[in-house]
């Protein structure tokens, strides 16, 4: 067994990045990530947008290490109803939007842009027949305010209806066309802003007759009762497929057709949130609004749809939410350190995109600010480490994008329990988000967390191969062993299971799932023990899985693991990750004494163990090669310790 013991983090022999190591991130026809700079969201206030303060702040973002912007097109300043703007999607609006993206790319700037004025797309030119409905309308009514066209309101488009995000499509393309020359951008959607509760369109009721074989309009106002969860269940597997091929598909190819890509934020969705963070170019999460374990969800669905990149709206409403007009708790306030926290946390669950929130658009002269942190500007709290700090989280991108992710296990995703579970508890809901079909909450199990399980779905399932060398395989993931731990699980993913099993995949099933919804095939128990009956069946993990954890020890610390053909990265993120929940405490990153933990690393035949010491306010990225030996990588960045807020 080779020895390795990293006292310190300050070791001569550190690893630098040098044009020799192998750090080629995948390419994809559509995506262009060609520089691992963060970018960050840039609220355009509605207004007449001046070119030579473009210039100006694109100017200074390329001086402070940024990569890019994703314009969003917001409210006028303070919601001032009186302010003159260009007209919303006006010759005038995509002249200036044109101008940005030709600025931004002569100075070696990415330009992405949100696909929408506000969050859910949608404006006051949605027809009335096209936009969102719950169960008993029967034409949408205008919700959308504090847009562009405030105090104009608009309908939010139906998410459920193809033909409605066509037209709407088709109108916001006609007039950023101009700005969709030069370098590929993103088209990007936020996550999930549309009420959920009796979401309905046209048809639905007719589409689910004929899938499930009874009407559902009696049972939607009893849908979110105790007792009516079967039905729930039916709702929500149709409902899903309604936004997986009328929204979240259609929205990609239409990006493609006009030589653009995706960056999705699925999280909040009634959907199946696997297969649509896989239906889109780049899987978006969002910090600290998401916890950063949730990451793990986009994450997966990178890995195994053979997605290169998987990026995060980082440090939202950091330290807690205040809604319009705001402004956030500790706005202007916030310290790199806290955000430092988040993003190693991003990091370690498979994120390597950082999108800064978020920058406001703003002459020389003014300090504009929107409502929600973080603030990103010349008048920063931060603005004198904004170019320290985003030099590091280029340095950990590079790192997190090359070869491919390092997998050996499957974890089932318990997305038929969140539908059988219909709400959270009250201590789990927030104002915006109240079912467990979100999956806020979902973690890997103690036990498995050094294997850097993937989660996998039905979806997936259907396409893992083995081949010639007798390795499971599905997109980039290798999975030859598969975890299973959940109340509910579809008759279609138990049988392919045993499939899979018979074929020689390892499976623990920690318990014995039912089948949910309110149909039952007759085949689910015998299936079931015939699975069970299997010699690499078991709920003992240890009995079926044979290759040890890529990483052993107690109380791990959060990590993610990428293969090249020399060995691997593993990037282990500070143990002060693990205590990290919505709202940050101010300061929360505070520390003033090292933490060392004991692990032991399983690869390619060799076993090390030894120590990592984690500085104050540092994580820890080890270089594995194929022979066994490990050496640090040199990523230090030392922020200005916090100040902690005072009780």
């Known amino acids: 067994m080779n020895r390795f013991l990293f006292p310190v983090v300050f070791i001569v022999s550190m690893l630098a990045l040098s044009p020799g190591m192998d750090l080629q991130a995948q390419e994809t026809e559509y995506t262009d990530f060609t520089v691992a700079k963060p970018l960050t969201r840039w609220w355009w206030f509605a207004s007449e947008i001046d070119t030579n303060d473009v210039r100006y702040q694109l100017d200074w973002l390329k001086k402070n290490e940024f990569g890019g912007v994703e314009i969003a097109w917001v409210y006028p300043l303070n919601g001032d109803s009186s302010t003159r703007r260009y007209p919303w999607l006006s010759h005038d609006w995509a002249q200036s939007v044109a101008f940005a993206k030709r600025y931004a790319n002569y100075i070696g700037l990415a330009c992405d842009f949100t696909f929408g004025t506000l969050w859910p797309f949608g ?160 899987p978006e999460t969002e910090a600290m609004l998401f916890q950063p374990s949730f990451a793990r969800i986009p994450a997966s669905a990178a890995i195994l ?56 658009y703003n002459s020389r002269s003014d300090t504009n600010q929107f409502y929600a942190s973080v603030y990103v500007g010349e008048q920063s709290h931060f603005a004198a480490e904004l170019p320290p700090f985003n030099s590091y989280l280029e340095r950990v991108t590079i790192f997190m994008r090359a070869g491919r992710p390092f997998t050996s296990m499957a974890i089932y995703l318990p997305l038929e329990d ?31 967390r050094g294997y850097q399980p993937v989660w996998i779905n039905q979806n997936f399932l259907l396409s893992v191969t083995r081949d010639d060398t007798g390795n499971f395989l599905c997109g980039n993931a290798r999975i030859n ?88 990265f593993i990037f282990f993120a500070n143990p002060k990750t693990r205590e990290l929940y919505f709202p940050l405490s101010y300061g929360q990153s505070y520390t003033e004494l090292p933490v060392t933990r004991q692990i032991t690393i399983h690869y390619n035949g060799f076993s090390a163990s030894g120590n990592i010491t984690f500085e104050p306010y540092q994580s820890v990225l080890l270089k594995v090669d194929t022979k066994g030996e490990i050496t640090p990588v040199n990523i230090h960045f030392f922020p200005t310790p916090p100040v902690q807020e005072k009780k």
């Open 123 to 282: 404006d006051s030119q949605v027809p009335p027949e096209e936009g969102t409905m719950t169960f008993g309308d029967t034409l949408s009514k205008p919700t959308m305010r504090l847009t562009w066209e405030h105090p104009v309101k608009g309908r939010v488009i139906n998410h459920l209806d193809r033909n409605a995000l066509m037209h709407y499509a088709n109108r916001m393309i006609g007039e950023l066309r101009p700005a969709l020359n030069g370098s590929y951008s993103a088209l990007f959607c936020d996550s999930w802003e549309v009420a959920t509760r009796k979401l309905w369109t046209g048809g639905f009721d007719t589409e689910f007759s004929r899938r499930y074989g009874y009407d559902i309009r009696p049972l939607m106002d009893s849908l979110y009762h105790p007792g009516f969860e079967p039905v729930f269940y039916d709702y929500m597997k149709e409902l899903s497929d309604y936004v997986l091929y009328n929204f979240y598909a259609p929205f990609t190819e239409v990006a493609h057709r006009y030589k653009a890509f995706t960056r999705v934020q699925c999280g909040g969705s009634p959907t199946d949130l696997l297969t649509a963070f896989a239906l889109v170019d780049v």
């Open 305 to 360: 749809s053979s997605k290169p990149v998987v990026s995060a709206e980082a440090f939202t409403c950091l330290y807690g939410w205040k809604g319009w007009p705001g402004p956030g708790p500790h706005q202007k306030q916030e310290q790199i350190a806290d955000l430092k926290l988040v993003a190693d946390a991003l990091f370690a669950n498979g994120v390597n995109q950082i999108i800064w929130h978020g920058m406001p």
């Open 418 to 448: 969140s539908w059988m579970g219909v709400e959270y508890p009250d201590s789990l809901q927030f104002p915006w988000a109240w079912g467990e079909y979100e999956l806020r909450y979902v973690k890997a199990p103690e036990e498995i």
């Open 481 to 568: 062993s598969l975890y299973i731990d959940v109340d509910y699980m579809e008759f279609e993913s138990l049988r392919w299971i045993m499939l899979l099993a018979q074929d020689g995949l390892a499976v623990c099933l920690k318990r014995d799932p039912a089948e949910p919804g309110t149909h039952f095939s007759p085949d689910y128990q015998a299936t079931l023990q015939e699975l069970k009956s299997l010699p690499n069946v078991s709920s003992d993990l240890l009995a079926v899985v044979q290759e040890p954890p890529l990483v052993e020890g107690a109380d791990l610390p959060e990590f993610w693991c990428r293969e090249t053909a020399d060995g691997l």
